[in-house]
T-cell receptor, first 114, second 113 residues
Framework: GAGVSQTPSNKVTEKGKYVELRCDPISGHTALYWYRQSLGQGPEFLIYFQGTGAADDSGLPNDRFFAVRPEGSVSTLKIQRTERGDSAVYLC????????????FGPGTRLTVL | AQKVTQAQTEISVVEKEDVTLDCVYETRDTTYYLFWYKQPPSGELVFLIRRNSFDEQNEISGRYSWNFQKSTSSFNFTITASQVVDSAVYFCALISGNEKLTFGTGTRLTIIP
């Protein structure tokens, strides 16, 4: 079956602009996660959805970052007033049920803020 | 709090050699789950294995094997008869309690033909 998909694969924007990154999880997976990966580092947790609600958003770095999953499937990560330090690969993952299940990752969106 | 340490930043071996990637973890919880993921140059994280804290049996899958030792808080990964396609960054990860999935910093493995 289809894996996790993310769009766009690459996004270049200017400092101060707003961006949206989309994640389409594996069909039937109730849990969805966003991570950020900087060069040479492991993925860092941002937010976890169980169904439509954010069960844990403790990893969001500040209030410029926001994510939604209105119908319990597709999720959008939104970044306002982008800064150069936001440049990274943003990874989305999904799992069948909860946090301790295996998470399956998408290919990521490489965000570059100029 | 939980932590994963992958002390080997980079490893290079000649094709067909065996190689072991080390992973040491820290957690206060008795119930936890350990994972290994592979990240090839394409960038996508590929799931390799999930192991819970109550199952200390070693696992073998083809050329891959994993050695889980609670006494030393280690979950090491061995590739036997390495191949060029094994070149990638490998991540060990841990989840326990109410924590989120925590990754190590990864080990970049290069297989020299």
């Amino acid at each position: 079956g289809a894996g996790v998909s993310q769009t766009p694969s690459n996004k270049v924007t200017e400092k101060g602009k707003y961006v949206e990154l989309r994640c389409d999880p594996i069909s039937g997976h109730t849990a969805l996660y966003w991570y950020r990966q900087s060069l040479g580092q492991g993925p860092e947790f941002l937010i976890y959805f169980q169904g439509t609600g954010a069960a844990d958003d403790s990893g969001l770095p500040n209030d410029r970052f926001f994510a939604v999953r209105p119908e319990g499937s597709v999720s959008t990560l939104k970044i306002q007033r982008t800064e150069r330090g936001d440049s990274a690969v943003y990874l989305c993952a999904s799992s069948p049920l909860g946090r301790t299940d295996t998470q399956y990752f998408g290919p990521g969106t490489r965000l570059t803020v100029l | 709090a939980q932590k994963v340490t992958q002390a080997q930043t980079e490893i290079s071996v000649v094709e067909k050699e065996d190689v072991t990637l080390d992973c040491v973890y820290e957690t206060r919880d008795t119930t936890y789950y350990l994972f290994w993921y592979k990240q090839p140059p394409s960038g996508e994280l590929v799931f390799l294995i999930r192991r819970n804290s109550f199952d200390e049996q070693n696992e073998i899958s083809g050329r891959y094997s994993w050695n889980f030792q609670k006494s030393t808080s280690s979950f090491n990964f061995t590739i036997t008869a390495s191949q060029v396609v094994d070149s990638a960054v490998y991540f060990c990860a841990l989840i326990s309690g109410n924590e989120k999935l925590t990754f190590g910093t990864g080990t970049r493995l290069t297989i020299i033909p």
